[in-house]
């Protein structure tokens, strides 16, 4: 069995785990720096503190919890792709690429490490080098719907519509459960010229329909019903969003005009 310190610490970190469950990662976060008080070298606490760090915002925490981690585990695939979507976070899109490249040395078809070295490249307008290293998994994971999500987003940046549009109908035979790729999939009908409102809706209730906690899809619903002056259905989505994200800009400002609208439409039948 644990000893004394042992038990606590465990207890301590399972205390904290219990709380980042039910989303109150503040309290989460004591519990874990406690842990580490008590055996600083701790891993597990380490990254469970980490994770609420990031959670809270807190990026210059995060990264300082993974980089203790990663001095330890240096070949460690999943901090090494937490501090990289760390320093996406930032902004730092070329510290996450540098970080990224050091690790494909050691692996060069690493799917996680791909596929986020892609992200980055592809959020630095660096399109070439974004869809060489999606294609480069490709040809070794020819399956892989993560690398045809990152093709299909890299040409919809480039506004090459339908290419972009082929490849996600593509991916969506792979894995027609996908709700990220439905939304993908709205976002292009959308943006083509001009605008197809109607089948894009589909495809964002079709996201919504198989993840509900899809915020993006909530968004674009809400984006149509503003466009169709349906004040009630974009007042839901928004709604919706801001119970989860209550500082989202967009939602907010598309929750106040859906109440402006339903008041406008009230008054006006008055």
Same mark, same amino acid.
Do not use: C
């Given at each position: @069995? /644990? ?12 205390? #904290? ?6 989303? &109150? /990662?503040?309290? !989460? ?93 592809? %959020? ?8 060489? +290293? ?11 719907? &993560?690398? /045809? ?21 593509? !991916?969506?035979? *792979? ?5 990220? %790729?439905?939304?993908?999939? #709205? *976002?292009?009908?959308?943006?083509? +010229?001009?605008?197809? /409102? ?38 839901? *989505?928004? +709604?919706?969003? %801001? ?10 400002? @598309? ?8 008041? *406008?439409?009230?008054? +006006?039948?008055?």
């Amino acid at each position: @069995g /644990y000893s004394g310190k042992g038990l606590a610490l465990q207890d301590l970190i399972e205390e #904290g785990n219990q709380l980042a469950g039910k989303g &109150d /990662y503040t309290k !989460a976060r004591e519990k874990y720096e406690e842990a580490l008080k008590k055996e600083p070298d701790n891993v597990t606490a380490e990254t469970q503190l980490a994770v609420a760090s990031h959670k809270l915002g807190d990026l210059d925490a995060a990264e300082k919890s993974y980089r203790i981690i990663l001095d330890k585990q240096p070949e460690n695939t999943q901090v090494l792709t937490a501090l990289g979507n760390i320093y996406k976070d930032k902004g730092e899109f070329d510290r996450g690429i540098e970080l990224y490249k050091g690790a494909l040395k050691k692996d060069e078809f690493d799917p996680a490490l791909l596929n986020n070295i892609t992200v980055l490249y592809r %959020l630095s307008k660096k399109y070439k080098q974004a869809e060489e +290293s999606a294609k480069k998994l490709l040809s070794r994971s020819p399956k892989n719907v &993560d690398a /045809y999500k990152n093709l299909s987003i890299i040409y919809y940046d480039q506004k090459k519509f339908d290419l972009a549009e082929t490849i996600t109908a593509n !991916a969506l035979k *792979m894995d027609p459960k996908d709700a990220a %790729l439905f939304n993908n999939r #709205g *976002m292009i009908w959308v943006s083509k +010229s001009p605008p197809r /409102y109607p089948e894009a809706l589909v495809f964002f209730k079709k996201a919504l329909e198989l993840d509900q906690t899809n915020l993006n899809a909530r968004l674009n619903i809400g984006s149509i019903a503003l466009h169709y002056r349906d004040y009630a259905l974009a007042e839901q *989505m928004y +709604s919706k969003v %801001l119970e989860v994200e209550p500082r989202n800009l967009v939602a907010r400002l @598309g929750y106040a005009y859906a109440l402006s609208g339903k008041q *406008m439409a009230a008054e +006006s039948l008055a």
